[in-house]
């Protein structure tokens, strides 16, 4: 059995994967794509700097590419992501005020609406609060044009495609206890009070385990869920892949009902953004790792 089949009788859950499109004519990774994840997540091709490198001038090329193979083959589309302080093109980098906000709100009216009824959900923000101990906005060019700004990009998209599931995505949220985590929390709690759209929290959980595996992950999941949100991690890597962080990860997403899928940031070690962590589930030769033992017998347990 595979990942992606597994989770799938695991509740209906899916097991996805970051993918390139630059590399789907990589017939090893393909082949590891296209058997093992039912899932998958455009990792840099739906971002603002590549589907408006000018302003207006809609590029959905190679993102096109990344969801026809997709749903082609049955699988899931998480989309990455429409309103983001990084990646930025360079027209907007230097925008600020009623310009920005409007020019952000078109983004994502204009890329959800190209993508409408084909995407399960999408990270219609991205890692919008500081890091540190403040719990506070990040600083940032769309920060700066009102604190409303990410209920406003969030009713954008429940606008232009009223069938997606609209997260807020997020790292460093992996730890109840952390500020960041609370203040993400208190973000969803006051958005579902007020109406304002919103229908998942993405924990993105890249893991780094010189600091112990944190033991209130589960808590944090089962957290976010009681808001009436689902729980999605959302680009899941672990350095050097320690084999039972991974099985932690795929209990506590397994125990917390509204925890509907699992992506990792990758599929080989080679194609990671921290490759030299040896992070992910398959090495630079399309190996199972020992890992990958661990996450697919979670999965078929119980
Ligand atoms: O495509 C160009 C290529 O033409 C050029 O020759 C090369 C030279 O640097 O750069 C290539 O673009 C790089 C791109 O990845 C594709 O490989 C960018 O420089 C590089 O910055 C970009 O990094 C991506 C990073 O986001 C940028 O913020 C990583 O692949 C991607 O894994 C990473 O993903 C982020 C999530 O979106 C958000 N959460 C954190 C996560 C990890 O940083």
């Known amino acids: 059995t595979t990942l992606g089949a597994s989770a799938a009788e695991r509740g209906g859950r899916y097991f996805g994967a970051a993918v390139a499109a630059n590399k789907l004519s990589d017939n090893v990774y393909t082949t590891i794509l296209n058997r093992e994840f039912n899932s998958v997540t455009p990792e840099n091709e739906m971002k603002i700097d590549a589907t408006e490198p000018n302003q207006n001038q809609f590029n959905y090329t190679n993102a096109d590419r990344i969801v026809q193979h997709a749903r082609s083959r049955g699988m899931a589309v998480r989309g990455h992501t429409l309103a983001w302080h990084s990646q930025q093109p360079g027209w907007m980098q230097n925008m600020s005020g009623t310009a920005l906000r409007n020019a952000m709100l078109n983004h994502v009216t204009q890329v959800a609406t190209h993508y409408r009824g084909q995407i399960h959900s999408w990270d219609v923000v991205n890692e919008a609060f500081a890091d540190g101990s403040s719990g506070a906005r990040r600083d940032s060019n769309l920060q700066r044009t009102g604190n409303d700004w990410i209920e406003a990009a969030f009713r954008a998209a429940r606008a232009a495609d009223p069938n997606a599931k609209l997260c807020y995505n997020d790292y460093n949220t992996d730890d109840w206890t952390h500020a960041k985590t609370q203040a993400v929390y208190r973000m969803v709690q006051d958005f579902k009070q007020r109406g304002v759209p919103i229908d998942?929290?993405?924990?993105?959980?890249?893991?780094?385990?010189?600091?112990?595996?944190?033991?209130?992950?589960?808590?944090?999941?089962?957290?976010?869920?009681?808001?009436?949100?689902?729980?999605?991690?959302?680009?899941?890597?672990?350095?050097?892949?320690?084999?039972?962080?991974?099985?932690?990860?795929?209990?506590?997403?397994?125990?917390?009902?509204?925890?509907?899928?699992?992506?990792?940031?990758?599929?080989?070690?080679?194609?990671?953004?921290?490759?030299?962590?040896?992070?992910?589930?398959?090495?630079?030769?399309?190996?199972?790792?020992?890992?990958?033992?661990?996450?697919l017998q979670a999965l078929n347990n119980g």
């Open 200 to 295: 998942c929290v993405g924990l993105q959980s890249h893991l780094n385990n010189q600091s112990p595996y944190p033991s209130n992950y589960r808590t944090t999941l089962s957290s976010f869920a009681a808001l009436g949100v689902d729980v999605q991690i959302t680009e899941l890597d672990i350095e050097n892949a320690n084999a039972t962080w991974y099985r932690n990860v795929v209990n506590d997403c397994l125990a917390v009902s509204r925890c509907t899928g699992i992506t990792v940031w990758g599929i080989r070690d080679s194609d990671s953004w921290r490759a030299s962590q040896n992070p992910l589930l398959f090495d630079g030769n399309g190996n199972k790792k020992a890992a990958y033992d661990a996450v």
